[in-house]
């Protein structure tokens, strides 16, 4: 068997196996390409540096998604609009993205609302230095905490914005339970807290994800 009909045979099972164990579609093609891919990279003969560069990069962008289980990935400018809606005009609002990624919802919020303090937290090196970067570079007012939102006290603020994954909103829920002021305004871009009836519902794009939205509740 030559190393090309053994990559199509190894891809055809892990597609196959991966279409049996019920992962999403986007899955197969991935698996029956991989092996494929792998052997074209072989006989590109590419130096091991390039492979090291580009697994230090990687990690300074996702830095420990095997542990958060959140990749990076950005919200737009419709979300970002249907959160303004929720400051007041004039009201000296304190706002934290957690997981703000390279800062894009941070920037416009502050620069929107001039009396209000709008932090973003995220654990990622590299987006959080672009965010940084672009604060510095633009004159915003918005802050960026390099850093895990785990150990940041979210009773400082009343509006709290996360866009992370299914896996995060469990202990994120917890945390906001235990940490945020009664009736703070805990917002979630696509992933729903399971077990948690949001008291806000909306969609920022048309055939979109929902925003939802909890108002924290009295005795936690
Ligand atoms: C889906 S992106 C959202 C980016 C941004 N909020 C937006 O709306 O465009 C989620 C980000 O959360 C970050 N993240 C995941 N877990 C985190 C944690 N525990 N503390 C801080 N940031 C975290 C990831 O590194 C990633 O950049």
Do not use: C
Not at 10 to 34: D, E, K, S
């Amino acid at each position: 068997m030559t190393l090309g009909v053994a990559a199509l045979l190894q891809g055809a099972v892990a597609a196959i196996i991966t279409w049996w164990r019920g992962l999403p579609l986007w899955w197969l093609p991935i698996q029956f390409l991989f092996p494929i891919a792998l052997l074209f990279a072989h006989a590109m003969a590419l130096s091991p540096l390039v492979y090291f560069v580009l697994f230090i990069l990687f990690v300074l962008i996702y830095w420990a998604p095997f542990r958060t289980r959140v990749p990076l990935y950005l919200s737009g400018r419709p979300v970002w609009e249907a959160v303004a809606a929720f400051f007041p005009e004039d009201a000296a609002v304190q706002f934290v993205d957690i997981g703000s990624g390279i800062g894009g919802l941070s920037l416009y919020l502050a620069d929107r609302f001039p009396k209000a303090t709008v932090t973003g937290i995220e654990l990622a090196p590299f987006p959080w230095l672009i965010s940084w970067l672009r604060a510095r570079f633009s004159g915003s007012r918005a802050q960026f905490i390099w850093g895990d939102y785990a150990n940041v006290d979210l009773a400082q603020f009343d509006i709290v914005f996360t866009f992370l994954s299914p896996a995060a909103m469990p202990s994120l829920w917890i945390k906001a339970l235990s940490d945020m002021r009664q009736d703070s305004l805990l917002l979630s871009y696509e992933f729903i807290i399971p077990g948690a009836k949001p008291d806000i519902v909306i969609y920022p794009a048309l055939g979109g994800a929902p925003l939802y939205g909890w108002r924290i509740p009295q005795n936690f």
